[in-house]
């Protein structure tokens, strides 16, 4: 009947392909994968200087990770960032988009340009950013909140649209107030829309931050693979690679997870 | 207790189209009034005015003797579907016109509780809308009306959705508990059997731009029940109602087939 009840019918019923499971390919595809990138180099089949065995990697980037001044100076900075931008845009973005929505004149104004937004390269704002706030923490931050906010933006405005006239109705004849509106009845009915948009902006941050750090900035993590690919430092360039894809891949899991915690409880 | 409707000369202009013709009427305290006439006829914008959802109409309309300036605490909507909010539980959707006004937790879903046994669903209270059939789900919204104790309840088609056999059910089930309040009940059907089952008085409206055509009371027994449609006085009162539907039917047939 539901849909969760359709989707664990079919998680009980995986089919299988010569064999395996589908998680059952990824996880050897991925063995497979780690085991090329292991040997390849120690084989001679790749220059080990240009790419080191997976092991000596993932020993750096362990040996990275409890080393204090890298943290202070690479990896806090950047998680920071992804943070205060990620939280800013959703934040902002769920109030712009309730507000675009409420006044539709408004909208018709913004909405052309929300829709071409993406296509514009926003970095190419990064010098006029730079001259406007210097180097450090605010621009990237305002950066890769300006990556992200759109995401939430349009993300907001489609749930909002998606709100049955009957409940919207319902909420004028319960003589609602605006925020007892916002709160009780518009948020919980858009709230499968923006979560997308949510994600989206997870993902906007990380590489918003990561990118304005490999273009100026004197540190955080895109700063220091980017200056250990300059000195030819291997070891930290694909350390802090890994750290990288480990961070990306962590955090959007766990926030994923979250939100399928949460709107299970909030749709029961 | 109910109170009483007045409509004094009530118009609405959508543009350039009259969809109300300008309406005098007078309901008294807890009678129960059925609206029919052929679609597009205004009634869902006469219901509208009354509940203070639709604006910018003309005339007046007075509501226990006090104009109207907006929706009322004490006036109850049931839509045409449920209108259930589907992340709230059934009790926690019957409790929220009473959450709406604030009242506290504990005694809002008392109550709720109270109304969702007078429905029959008190047994569902913790599931949630999907998990309801239709009928079940409209159940839910009479009882979030019926915790405000509402002294006048607008129902617009709230049965169209359901088969025939539940429509007969509800509708009845409906009459029941409004008569143990006492509200005044306008309400919105395209089912002749139904208006006369149901209602005390019956009002016809005629095609774009809806003007009452018949009003008509019924006069069959305080307790209702399906039997009583045998009723010669009810085959009688269908018959006409029917007849004078589709009188207008037809002539708006003819008026839109011309302007093409
Ligand atoms: N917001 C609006 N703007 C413009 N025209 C409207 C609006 N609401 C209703 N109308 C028009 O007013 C007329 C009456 O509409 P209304 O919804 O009251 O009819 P109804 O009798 O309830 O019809 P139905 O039986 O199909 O529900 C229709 O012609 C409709 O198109
Ligand atoms: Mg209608």
Not at chain 1, 62 to 82: E, H, I, S, Y
Not at chain 1, 219 to 232: C, M, Q, T
Request: hydrophobic letters at 50%; one cysteine or more; charged letters at 15%.
């Amino acid at each position: 009947m539901s849909a969760a009840h359709r989707s664990a019918n079919r998680s009980v019923q995986r089919p299988r392909r010569l064999g395996l499971t589908p998680r059952g390919w990824i996880v050897s595809l991925i063995i497979l994968v780690l085991a090329y990138l292991e040997f390849a180099p120690r084989l001679g089949w790749i220059d080990s200087f240009s790419l080191p065995p997976f092991s000596e990697i993932l020993v750096h980037a362990g040996k990275l990770l409890v080393d204090g001044p890298f943290w202070a100076t690479d990896l806090f900075p950047t998680l920071l960032a992804m943070g205060l931008s990620f939280v800013i845009a959703s934040l902002l973005g769920v109030i712009i988009g309730l507000i675009l929505w409420r006044f539709p004149p408004l909208r018709r104004v913004v909405d052309p340009w929300l829709t071409v937004y993406y296509a514009i390269p926003i970095f190419a704002v990064y010098p006029m950013i730079v001259v406007l706030a210097g180097v450090g923490l605010v621009p990237i931050v305002f950066l890769a909140t300006l990556l992200a906010i759109v995401a939430v933006i349009t993300a907001t405005i489609d749930g909002l649209d998606s709100t049955p006239p009957m409940v919207l109705k319902l909420s004028d004849s319960l003589q609602l107030s605006p925020i007892a509106r916002t709160v009780k009845i518009l948020l919980p009915s858009a709230v499968e829309q923006i979560n997308v948009g949510l994600r989206l902006a997870l993902s906007f941050s990380i590489i918003g931050v990561l990118a304005s750090e490999f273009i100026l900035s004197t540190h955080g993590l895109g700063h220091f693979i980017s200056n250990a690919s300059e000195h030819f430092n291997m070891g930290n360039m694909y350390g802090g690679i890994l750290l990288v894809l480990i961070f990306a891949f962590g955090l959007n899991m766990a926030f994923s997870a979250l939100l399928r915690k949460r709107t299970r409880r909030i749709q029961g | 207790m109910g109170v009483a409707v007045e409509l004094h000369e009530v118009d609405r202009v959508y543009g350039e189209v009259l969809a109300l013709d300008p309406t005098t009427l007078s309901l008294a305290p807890g009678t129960f009034t059925t609206l029919v006439g052929p679609s597009g006829c205004g009634k869902s914008t006469l219901l509208d005015i009354v509940a203070g959802l639709n604006q910018g109409y003309g005339g007046e309309v007075l509501v226990g003797g006090t104009p109207l300036t907006g929706p009322r605490a004490h006036t109850g909507v049931i839509f045409q579907e449920a209108a259930l909010l589907p992340w709230r539980t059934v009790i926690d959707n019957a409790a929220f016109a009473l959450e709406a006004q604030k009242v506290p937790r504990q005694k809002r879903r008392e109550v709720a509780f109270e109304v969702l046994r007078r429905v029959g669903l008190s047994e569902f209270a913790e599931k949630y809308p999907h998990q309801l059939s239709g009928g079940m789900r409209q159940r839910v919204a009479i009882a979030r009306v019926l915790s405000t104790e509402p002294d006048l309840i607008l129902a617009d088609e709230p049965f169209g959705a359901l088969d025939e056999q539940t429509r007969v059910i509800l509708g009845l089930e409906l009459l029941r508990v409004v008569r143990q309040t006492g509200a005044t009940v306008i309400f919105v059907t395209h089912s002749i059997q139904e208006a006369v089952l149901l209602s005390d008085r019956i009002l016809v409206m005629s095609a774009r731009p809806g003007r009452v055509v018949l009003d008509a009371d019924v006069h069959l027994p305080a307790e209702r029940d399906p039997s009583l449609l045998a009723d010669p006085h009810a085959t009688e009162l269908v018959e006409k109602v029917w007849g004078l539907l589709r009188a207008e039917a037809e002539e708006a047939l003819t008026r839109q087939g011309g302007s093409v």
